[in-house]
């Protein structure tokens, strides 16, 4: 990717609160699951309508959405909209506000910040750079990206540290989906609140190594495209940690014919698995320049 100028960054809003790196801490405090992962996801809503999850990442240097590239392009690899809004929630679960950043999508594909694999369903845009003040961490947001919205308690992000390889991953393991399957329920029969994530629990349930993708035993939903799988692994002494191992990009269909029917209907049902991404074809996109 083309580098601008530092001064060229920098010059566009500072987030002048920290930003609170995910680490793998310890499930404490009787919730399963620790509060900063509960603000992990990020909804992704194109100036189109559609939505969308994602996750911020940072690897020290920059802070990157990661998200479906399906979700950002078609299949000509044309982008779907020229903008897009984020939206995600902070650590402190007492603090009721948001997150809201705006992507002029356009102008930063145009500056080559936005990347994605040309094999697997994945992309990356780059909306900052990370640096110091004092003992706080603030990043520069990029040309092309506006802060609308914040929180007293800051946006997290989960650090590249804090994840586990397609080898690292155990079969079994219990996992977490993170998103927004704004495709769920009717809309004349308001049950969910599409403005909050929702959390689903399963197992890795096997990897297809040909295609380097993980099997979840834990259905997604039109919406969930994007989002973080973590992983919950127990160590020693009763310690469990919590990793970013993927990114849901697809569920598994099940596919019948003329049950109930005539013999030519054909029924796709959603089985129940679901695809992700290995997080290291992620790392892959913030190592290339």
Aim: aromatic fraction near 8%; charged fraction near 25%.
């Amino acid at each position: 990717m083309q580098r601008r100028s530092i001064a060229n960054r920098v010059a566009c809003l500072v987030i002048m609160t920290s930003l609170i790196s995910i680490c793998s801490l310890d499930a404490w405090g009787g919730r399963t699951v620790p509060d900063d992962y509960l603000a992990l996801p990020v909804l992704v809503e194109l100036d189109t309508k559609a939505t969308a999850t994602g996750f911020y990442l940072g690897d020290g240097k920059y802070i990157y959405l990661v998200t479906a590239k399906h979700v950002l392009f078609d299949t000509s690899k044309t982008l779907k909209s020229n903008g897009a809004t984020l939206t995600s929630y902070p650590g402190d679960p007492t603090d009721s506000g948001r997150n809201v950043l705006k992507i002029d999508l356009k102008a930063m594909n145009e500056a080559n910040d936005i990347r994605y694999d040309k094999t697997h369903d994945v992309a990356v845009i780059r909306i900052g750079q990370l640096s110091r003040k004092g003992k706080r961490k603030v990043v520069g947001l990029f040309d092309g990206v506006k802060l609308k919205e914040k929180t007293e308690s800051n946006f997290l992000y989960a650090d590249t540290v804090f994840t586990k390889k397609f080898y690292e991953v155990l079969i079994g393991n219990e996992i977490y989906i993170f998103g927004y399957p704004t495709s769920l329920g009717l809309k004349k029969i308001p049950q969910l609140d599409y403005n909050r994530p929702l959390l689903r629990r399963g197992i890795v349930a096997g990897k297809n190594r040909s295609l380097e993708t993980i099997i979840l035993d834990c259905p997604g939903y039109k919406g969930n495209s994007g989002g973080p799988v973590v992983e919950v692994e127990k160590v020693n002494l009763g310690k469990t940690v919590f990793n970013v191992i993927g990114v849901v990009v697809q569920f598994v269909p099940y596919v019948t014919h003329g049950y109930g029917y005539s013999d030519t209907t054909t029924i796709i049902l959603n089985s129940g698995y679901s695809v992700a991404i290995p997080i290291e074809i992620v790392l892959e996109l913030l190592r290339k320049e």
